[in-house]
C-alpha cells in the first residue's frame, strides 16, 4: 500500500541553525501539506502546496519557513533560523482532493 | 478564528465500556473527518462526514454529524484494548483556498483490560 515517508525520523539541531524536513508524498496525489504537533498537543496545520505553489498558509508560517518540491517526488519544509519553541513533531500529509490525507510517521526536531 | 473544540480531553474506560467524544466548532464546517492516533504515531483517517445530520457506522464506530455542521461525535461500542490513542476531528471551513483541516483539540481515550 502506498504511503507518505519523511527523513530523518529525529533530527536535532542548535537554535539559528537552518533544517530542511524532506517527505516523499504518494506518487498520483496533487496536494501536499505541512502540520506541526507540539508534545501532547494538537496537530496544527502550517501550509498547504498545490501545482508547484503554496495555496494557504497559517500564521506559524511565517518568513523563517518554506516549502519546496525540488523534483517530481520530494516536498521539503525549510526553517531558516529554528528557534526553541519550533520544537515539534512535524507531519507531511498528502492527498488527491478533498477526501482523506495520508500522513507521513513525521519528523521529531528538538531545538537545543 | 476558525477553532475546534473537543471533550473530554481525556477519558479511561474499562474495556467493554462505550466512549463518546464530541467536537464542536465556532462556524460551519463544509465536511469533517475524524483521525486516530496511536502514541508515538501519526494520525491515521478513520472516516469524513459531508452532509448536515449525516451518520456513518464502521464496525464498533459510529459517527455523527450535527444538523447545523457545527458539531460532531465519535461514539465507540465495547471498547478494546486496541481502541487505545488520541482520537482527532479535523474540520474544513467553507472560503478555504484548500484542503488544510483544522484539527480538533482531540480526546485521549485509555482503556482499562
Known amino acids: 500500500e502506498p504511503e507518505v515517508t519523511q527523513t530523518p525520523s529525529h533530527q536535532v539541531t542548535q537554535m539559528g541553525q537552518e533544517v530542511i524536513l524532506r517527505c516523499v508524498p504518494i506518487?498520483?496525489?496533487?496536494?501536499f501539506y505541512w502540520y506541526r504537533q507540539i508534545l501532547g498537543q494538537k496537530v496544527e496545520f502550517l501550509v498547504s502546496?498545490?501545482?508547484?505553489?503554496?495555496?494557504?498558509k497559517s500564521e506559524i508560517f511565517d518568513d523563517q519557513f518554506s516549502v519546496e518540491r525540488p523534483d517530481g517526488s520530494n516536498f521539503t519544509l525549510k526553517i531558516r533560523s529554528t528557534k526553541l519553541e519550533d520544537s515539534a513533531m512535524y507531519f507531511c500529509?498528502?492527498?488527491?482532493?478533498?477526501?482523506?490525507?495520508?500522513f507521513g510517521p513525521g519528523t521529531r526536531l528538538t531545538v537545543l | 478564528g476558525q477553532q475546534v473544540m473537543q471533550i473530554p480531553q481525556y477519558q479511561h474506560v474499562q474495556e467493554g465500556e462505550d466512549f463518546t467524544t464530541y467536537c464542536n466548532s465556532s462556524t460551519t464546517l463544509s465536511n469533517i473527518q475524524w483521525y486516530k492516533q496511536r502514541p508515538g504515531g501519526h494520525p491515521v483517517f478513520l472516516i469524513q462526514l459531508v452532509k448536515s445530520g449525516e451518520v456513518k457506522k464502521q464496525k464498533r464506530l459510529t459517527f455523527q454529524f450535527g444538523e447545523a455542521k457545527k458539531n460532531s461525535s465519535l461514539h465507540i461500542t465495547a471498547t478494546q484494548t486496541t481502541d487505545v490513542g488520541t482520537y482527532f476531528c479535523a474540520g474544513r471551513f467553507y472560503g478555504g483556498a484548500t484542503n488544510k483541516l483544522i484539527f480538533g483539540t482531540g480526546t485521549l481515550l485509555a482503556v482499562q483490560p
Open positions: 500529509a498528502s492527498s488527491t482532493g478533498t477526501g482523506e490525507q495520508f
Open positions: 502546496f498545490y501545482n508547484n505553489e503554496i495555496s494557504e
Open positions: 506518487s498520483n496525489h496533487l496536494y
